[in-house]
């Protein structure tokens, strides 16, 4: 008798070959600068994007980490790449996503930058300034449209109200496998905090909730649901 093998919808899809997983996380704020010594950034202190990179590691598998900048040591056996501006991100990004197989976008991404950057520091006028901002790429959306047959993209998604509506609706428009949903307006978890209580959406409707735990164990979690058959498998 044949038995057919389906591997679980939006998991990794892997049949056993010579090498590792590869897994591109991306990290941290960016900084989109006004002038050399001003920008725009966010609070992002990178501590879940590490913690994951730090898990996958622990899994055996490749990580090419591209971080914003951010007061963490590298997690030993991870490829760094460092990076300011979102466009610098997305540079950094596209070629090691085209040889990933897992894609996780953790970065608070500036959604805005100046439409200028002074090259000298602005000097204050005492009367009203006002900036012009413009959009800057959406990374992950970008390279989601990119996806081949089998690789596997997870966002995350920042919210403060309306918390499973909003990430589901990023699920769909940016076409993701699976977004990790957080609260980001409750203290003491999330954005900057050391713990973290997250919502794991699926694109077959899976929903899986998770803490408030450290983000240490929130990396486990996470990966330990979107790579289900990870041991002695890698990709096709
Ligand atoms: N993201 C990205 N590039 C951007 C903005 C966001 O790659 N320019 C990624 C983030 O890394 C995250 C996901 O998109 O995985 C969702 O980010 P989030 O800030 O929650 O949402 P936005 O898409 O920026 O939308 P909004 O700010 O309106 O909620």
Not at 12 to 32: K, Q
Not at 76 to 100: D, I, K, N, W, Y
Not at 189 to 213: I, K, T
């Amino acid at each position: 008798m044949t038995v057919q093998w389906t591997p679980p919808a939006g998991a990794l899809c892997m049949r056993r070959v010579s090498h590792r997983i590869r897994c591109l996380i991306t990290a941290g704020p960016t900084r989109e600068h006004l002038d050399p010594v001003r920008f725009l950034s966010n609070g992002s202190s990178g501590k879940m994007g590490y913690a994951l990179a730090g898990n996958a590691i622990a899994r055996g598998w490749e990580v090419d980490l591209v971080s914003g900048p951010v007061a963490l040591p590298p997690p030993p056996g991870a490829t760094v790449h460092q990076v300011m501006s979102a466009e610098e991100m997305f540079r950094a990004c596209e070629p090691l996503f085209a040889a990933s197989d897992l894609f996780i976008a953790v970065a608070a991404v500036a959604d805005y930058r100046p439409r200028e950057t002074a090259p000298e520091k602005l000097k204050k006028t005492g009367g009203t300034l006002n900036l012009e901002l413009v959009p800057t790429i959406d990374i992950l959306k970008t390279l989601a449209a990119r996806k081949r047959p089998g690789q596997v993209v997870v966002g995350f998604a920042a919210e403060t109200q309306d918390l499973e509506n909003c990430a589901r609706r990023k699920l769909v428009e940016k076409d993701l496998d699976w977004i990790v949903a957080n609260d980001v307006g409750r203290p003491g978890l999330g954005m900057n905090a050391d713990a973290n209580a997250v919502l794991l959406l699926g694109r077959n409707g899976e929903s899986l909730a998770f803490g408030p735990a450290p983000k240490l164990a929130v990396a486990e979690f996470i990966l330990a649901h979107i790579a289900p058959v990870s041991a002695g498998f890698v990709r096709p």
